[in-house]
């Protein structure tokens, strides 16, 4: 899938001890990697200020600005509207139907075409959303970021040696992006009425990065390899790793690719029922990730903060503090990740998230009857509890939601369980960004104890069901699920050579 090399058993877990050094190529190939988590993030992050500010909605919603600010209405369904839904939404349902054109385009045609892709389609979108005269454009903008969006994962997402720490990484680079997306509709909010425009056409600046370097950059030794073009790979190889001694490096690949390639069909292998453990985790973990309710913050925090009363700047800057706890729970994971575990990370996380969201439920539901303001000493609460939940989404089901998908398939089913990994996460994704405001207006502070049941749910669900993955090689993970108390009735099959029943 997507270009991504699958190393060889053998090579997995070895000492690498290749020749070379870090190079301006390997410097650049990293600032492409960043920036296309960046500009994933400021997307995310941008959309919800940008609703929260008048000029914004005066322009395309004047329904949703006249009940902004009438007085004495039902609050939760202020900015309960299909087509605010779908500004936010419709970014993830293109990176959805993008998810299966952009892994054919990568195995075919390289890494460099897609992130070229990815990078001026990232560009018209944020061109068109800035110079929005209307909703069609709007829309259109952010489908286009969305087709941006899934190359970026696909190949961020791909390469088995980006485990662990690093992998968490390109989650971190999300949250940056999201942190600054909040920064920036903190400063803009004041620039009338035009600051909206700025947010959303600021998103440029990094897609120019990226696409500046995917024009720059050679396409990946790997790629070429896997793509038969040898020469061409080892020349590449020579040059990013700036010494001609690479050949031990270049055999690997060429290893790595030749195993690659005796891989058939990973999409039948992973419906095949011993390989039913891994189809779960494939569909249940982004799944998961979605349901914990994260994006209700991540895309409508300031929104949120305004319904219960906070007022335009302290809605705005209190999004900037979740953005910050996004961070910070995340660099929390990157330190502690390969010491704990996996799990110990989930079920702490999942306890955390779950006292967090039913305590906002339940100031929301005894302190809030939709009419008035929440007082100043319940607003600091909401505002503490939701950092709680927010720090402990990010040192869990934030980047081991990727991680641990990354780490749970065999060989054989790895390409295709990273492509529904993220074709589910993408469209959850969407379902929360489409319904959220609709639930919220409907479920009023129920909506908080509807995604509290999720945690419980995804928290037990990992205590009884999912192996630790820490330090476990890609080539025993099938002897992970043979030992399971639950999995080993399907993962067993593989001895008992039942691998053709569906
Ligand atoms: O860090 C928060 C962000 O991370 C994701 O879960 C994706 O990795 C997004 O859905 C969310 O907005």
Redesign the pocket.
Known sequence: MAGGSLLAPSLANRQINYKGRTTIPVLLACIAAASGGLI??YD??ISGGVIAMDDFLIKFFPTVYVRKHAAHENNYCKYDNQGLQAFTSSLYLAALFASFGASYVTSNKGRRPTMLIGGLSFLVGAALNAAAENLAMLIIGRMMLGVGSVPVYLSEMAPPKLRGGLNIMF?QA??FG?LCANLINYGTANLQPWGWRLSLGLAAVPASLLTLAAIFLSDTPNSLIERGHLEQGKSVLQKIRGTPDVEAEFQDLVEASRVASTIKDPFLSIFRRKNRPQLTMAVLIPYF??VTG??V???YAPVLFQSIGFHSNASLYSAVITGLM?IIG?GISIFTVDKFGRRVLFLHGGILMFIGQVVTGLVLAFEFNGNEELSRGFAVVILVVTCVYVVS??WS???L??LVPSEVFALETRSAGQCITVAV?MLF?FAVAQSFLSMFCHFRFGIFLFFAGWVVVMTLFVHFFLPETKKVPIEEMQQEWSKHWYWRRFAQEQENQDDSKP
């Open positions: 994933f993030g995310i992050g989650q999300v949250n999201i990730q979605q994260i994006n913050i991540t895309f996004l995340t989404f990010a089901w934030g980047p939601g990727w996460n994704t």
